[in-house]
């Protein structure tokens, strides 16, 4: 049986400005994001998220059936209205956001899809740590973790959220501790922590907490650490249209690989060094595809199969 992707975040509509001017508008989020990429490789997948019953919550489910992507657990709130973002885009393609949404609630009609062991769940940012929403993200990480599923976490800590750092943080290391592997950024661990360096971070909070750490920090080498090594991988250098998805679509093309390689739970100890390269190169093809479009996601024409055959340097 295909192991499947069952994603868990936030609907929104990227609207994104250039010079003062909208440019785009795109249904996004950053779970969204990872799951369209997927879709669109043939991976079976299946997004757990909510609209409202307007336009633009129409919209991203029609985005979403175009793009092969489940709906049947998409649920439609009559009572709310679908999150906006806006993203300014600097000078190096970077955007800041506004963000125009309801405080979240729990959904009464929320479900869950039957996992089997070693399907592959995705979930992170705020839509996983808000506290109106923790019994909800508990019973879908107890399912995952009782079915054997992969549990992959995207921490993905805005620095708008930082004033709530004491209230989240314990919610934060739960989930880490019930994934699998942990990617997070350098701007994610300085919103929360006060803190670039990825090594302390790691050493001082998620060798405990998730032993298997992926760290980016945009531009820059992207660092894995584990109980038995620590590994260093080098990016291409590029000049980027958006680096609005980067990270999602880098979520996406390592799951992609991590599929593809049938990788699971109990062999992520023993990974050698080329299988850990192999898996940071699908990502950064990934990454590095969506960052020469306006679009948060791969391209119908995207040779997504020739990833596995990318290779990186390696220190």
């Known amino acids: 049986m295909q192991r499947k992707v069952i994603a868990s975040g936030e609907n929104i509509l ?6 003062g001017q909208p440019i785009s508008a795109t249904p996004g989020g950053s779970a969204f994001n990872s799951a369209v990429s ?3 490789t043939g991976i079976n997948t299946c997004f757990i998220g909510e609209t409202g019953n307007d336009e633009t919550g129409k919209n991203i489910r029609r985005f979403m059936a175009e793009h092969n992507m489940q709906t049947q657990f998409m649920q439609i709130r009559p009572d709310r209205k679908t999150a906006v973002a806006l993203a300014f885009m600097n000078e190096n393609h970077e955007a800041h956001y ?7 609630t729990p ?5 869950i899809p039957e996992f089997q062991e070693q399907d592959i769940l995705l979930f992170g940012s ?3 740590i808000c506290p109106a929403l923790n019994q909800q993200t508990e019973r879908l990480l107890k399912q995952a973790q009782t079915s054997k599923a992969f549990i992959y976490y995207d921490l993905n800590f805005r620095p708008s959220h930082r004033k709530e750092r004491n209230q989240l943080l314990p919610i934060i290391e739960q989930n880490c501790r019930m994934a699998s592997i942990v990617r997070a950024s350098a701007d994610d661990f300085d919103a929360l922590f006060n803190e670039r360096n990825l090594e302390r971070i790691y050493k001082e909070y998620l060798q405990a907490w998730c032993p ?6 945009g531009p820059e080498n992207i660092q894995i650490f584990t109980p038995q090594k620590y590994y260093q991988f ?3 250098k590029i000049n980027p249209v958006s680096t609005i998805g980067a990270g999602d679509n880098f979520n996406a093309g390592f799951i992609y690989a991590l599929i593809k390689l049938g990788i699971t739970n109990n062999q992520l100890n023993n990974l050698t060094t080329p299988i850990w390269q192999q898996l940071v190169s699908c990502g950064t093809a990934f990454a590095t595809h969506v960052c020469m479009r306006r679009e948060n996601t791969i391209s119908p024409d995207f040779d997504y ?10 220190t």
């Open 98 to 104: 506004e963000f125009y949404r309801e405080s979240p």
């Open 14 to 19: 990227d609207i994104q400005f250039e010079n």
């Open 38 to 40: 997927l879709a669109q």
């Open 107 to 111: 959904n009464p009609n929320f479900q």
């Open 126 to 128: 705020y839509y996983a």
């Open 234 to 236: 080098s990016t291409p």
């Open 305 to 314: 199969k020739s990833t596995l055959n990318l290779q990186k340097k390696t």
């Open 212 to 217: 298997i750490l992926i760290g980016t920090s």
